[in-house]
């Protein structure tokens, strides 16, 4: 056996509370330190303003398109597309629009009686033609005076 008994033997010293303490601190505060920093915009060097967000938003106007009754099918199964939408377009330019709204609407009334049952049927058809269309009509109007195409009614029946 050993010459020392259990007594002369040196316990381990466990490391104590106070590292892990200071390690939980310190996470805690570069945690709070990085929140700040990204919030504020320093690191990506762009200043967060509400209210220029805000007033961003509100930078659009909104130009109607007449609603269209499409007829859709055909070899026995005719059906018909409600098509309703509005364009957006930059403030400023909504009578430029209107000048030139019976072409948007003869390009957009020839691209819908163009498209077939089944490719209105499938789920992502709108998502396609929305963007088809909205392409269509930048040609007609000019680059950066229509921003978006948005479709307040699509119903077949």
């Known amino acids: ?47 967060k303003t509400d209210t220029k967000a805000k007033t961003e938003m509100v930078k659009a106007a909104f130009v109607p398109l007449d609603p269209l009754v499409i007829s859709v099918g055909g070899e026995g199964r005719q059906r018909h597309l409600r ?3 509005q364009l957006e377009v930059s403030p400023g330019n909504e009578r430029s629009v209107q000048d ?19 490719d209105i049927e499938d789920p992502a058809a709108l998502v396609r033609m929305r963007a088809q269309m909205l392409r269509r009509v930048q040609i007609i109007v000019g ?15």
């Open 100 to 118: 030139v709204l019976p072409r948007v609407m003869d390009v957009l009334n020839g691209y819908l009686r163009a498209i077939s049952l089944s």
């Open 1 to 47: 056996m050993s010459d020392t008994t259990a007594d002369e033997q040196e316990p381990r010293k466990k490391g104590g509370l106070l590292p892990l303490v200071l390690g939980l601190a310190l996470a805690v505060a570069g945690a709070g330190g990085g929140y700040v920093v990204t919030s504020s915009g320093l690191l990506s060097g762009t200043e």
């Open 143 to 157: 680059e950066g005076v229509v921003n978006d195409l948005l479709v307040m009614e699509f119903v077949l029946s």
């Open 83 to 85: 098509f309703n939408a």
